[in-house]
């Protein structure tokens, strides 16, 4: 079953108000609207929101009543520091993919994959969905802007997400290994690929990743690029990489030749240029 926000609405049979009719299937009507109101005050929201919704089931008399939990982000990233006149940037999507990041591996669930979503609430080409463990388990991204006219959001972009916890808490795991404290420095360096406008930026985290091996601790895409530098037809995506291993402190020539194979294997399986 698709846990994206996108079903029809239940009516109710005897509603206690006339702007009350139908059940909710989704949380994102009633969080933009809560940021319609709120952003009269503050341009700067950090909600979130956990509720059921109501889904239709063929054949049956009540609805299945799933979890979900809904996440909104807009306006500046921090607070303003007024003392020292600095005003912090907005918000972007990769602030909302990193706290979805944050729960599914706080959560220890391994088989996490993201993919291109196609949803009518969220901008085209700037929203993903969220698989675990091979069923979808919701949707994020940037807010289309036609939804943000209709409902007069002219603020700063929204970035909006629905996830259905009931399929995300069924994927932890029963167990867990933990991870000992490293007694080695990690090493930081970022790279980026030039590959085809259509190759999904998980595929090729998943070719880094596996590259690196175990030495390669973390694989973060953090930029997207298409622009006059970049080939027509094609997008860089830039990956912030971590290598540690508690065998010894890695040297320059480790990381080196980590980074060489890793740049191999993205130019034979996918194709990729590494970008100047």
Known sequence: KSSLPNAEYIKIINPIAADKTHLRHTLIGNMLENAARNA????????????AVYLKQAGERLPEEPMHLGILM???RTASDWL???????????DLKGI???????????????ERADHS?????????????????GVFGELHPLVAEQLRLSGPTIYIAEL??????????????IVPLAVTPAVKEDIALVVPMDMPAAKVADVIQRA??????????????????????????????TYQTNEKTLKDKDVAALRKRIIKSAEHQLG?????
């Open 164 to 177: 259905n916890l009931d399929t995300i808490i069924d994927a932890i795991p029963p167990r867990h290994e």
């Open 212 to 241: 690196g091996g175990d030495v390669l601790q973390s694989v973060e895409l953090f930029d997207v690029y298409v622009g006059d530098s970049i080939e027509a037809g094609h997008k860089s995506l830039a990956y912030a990489l």
């Open 74 to 76: 807009t306006g500046p």
């Open 40 to 51: 009269r005050y503050n341009e700067r929201q950090q909600v979130f929101e956990i509720g």
């Open 84 to 94: 020292n006149n600095v005003t912090a940037p907005d918000v972007d999507f990769f």
């Open 121 to 137: 609430t969220f901008h085209p080409g700037r929203s993903a969905k969220l698989v675990v463990n091979g069923q979808d388990a």
């Open 272 to 276: 990729a240029k590494l970008r100047a």
């Open 100 to 114: 979805i990041e944050g729960l599914v591996n706080g959560l220890h669930i391994a088989d996490v994959v993201y």
